[in-house]
């Protein structure tokens, strides 16, 4: 079945590193997502990265792909106040749509 | 130069009220998306549009009638509104290409909330 799991809730401190996890099921997912969503607003594609590649790298984001484990990671570095969100993992997977875990809602902490 | 607009931002509405969601997108995509958030923030895909025929139809009630007038416009009109239908919805497109295809692109939503 299709599945996308992830934490509900991430606390960091300014400045630091934030790192938001996700496991999928569907083996034949051909590309992966982070997308982020601010109150009120809708989801915004924040990158993605396809299901050969192990690391994409954009800027203060780091998405580590493992493929065997199915698990992706979202690592935000020197995280700011701007960067409180949910931040949504999600799957294109092999029925031609996409499925989204539930958010992981990331605050920041002076 | 807003990419996917949706119309209205906000509905309050009574049940058994008939209401409509309109959205429009100016990328040039040709395949377009309605989701429904509910207030746990879980996001699921309702229906998929690609060059106005009906791709995706997920387990929806029958209340809820997808149109697509052209590619640039998919509107969501529910029957009977339920209060279980209150949620925020948001319509998407993207392109049908092969490179393309898989990127969407959210509007910002509309919350409807049925007393």
């Known amino acids: 079945g299709e599945d996308v799991e992830q934490s509900l809730f991430l606390s960091v401190r300014e400045g630091d590193s934030s790192v938001i996890n996700c496991t999928y099921t569907?083996?034949?997912?051909?590309?992966l997502y982070w997308y982020k969503q601010e109150p009120g607003a809708g989801l915004q594609l924040l990158t993605y990265?396809?299901?050969?590649?192990d690391m994409k790298q954009d800027q203060r984001l780091t998405v580590l792909l493992n493929k065997k484990d199915k698990h992706l990671s979202l690592r935000i570095a020197d995280t700011q106040t701007g960067d409180s969100a949910i931040y949504f993992c999600a799957e294109y997977s092999s029925a031609s749509k996409i499925i989204f875990g539930s958010g992981t809602r990331l605050s920041i902490r002076p | 130069d807003t990419a996917v607009s949706q119309t209205p931002k906000y509905l309050v509405t009574q049940m058994g009220n008939d209401k409509s969601i309109k959205c429009e997108q100016n990328?040039?995509?040709?395949?377009m998306y309605w989701y429904k958030q509910d207030s746990k923030k879980f996001l699921k895909i309702m229906f998929s549009?690609?060059?106005?025929?009906?791709?995706i139809n997920e387990t929806v009630p029958n209340r809820f009638s997808p149109k697509s007038p052209d590619k640039a416009h998919l509107n969501l009109h529910i029957n009977s509104l339920e209060l279980g239908d209150s949620a925020v919805y948001f319509c998407?497109?993207?392109?049908?290409?092969?490179?393309?295809?898989?990127?969407?692109?959210f509007g910002p939503g509309t919350r409807l909330t049925v007393t």
């Open positions: 569907d083996s034949s997912s051909t590309y």
């Open positions: 990265i396809f299901s050969n590649m």
């Open positions: 998407a497109s993207s392109r049908s290409d092969r490179v393309g295809y898989h990127e969407q692109y």
């Open positions: 549009y690609n060059n106005k025929e009906l791709i």
């Open positions: 990328l040039g995509h040709d395949t």
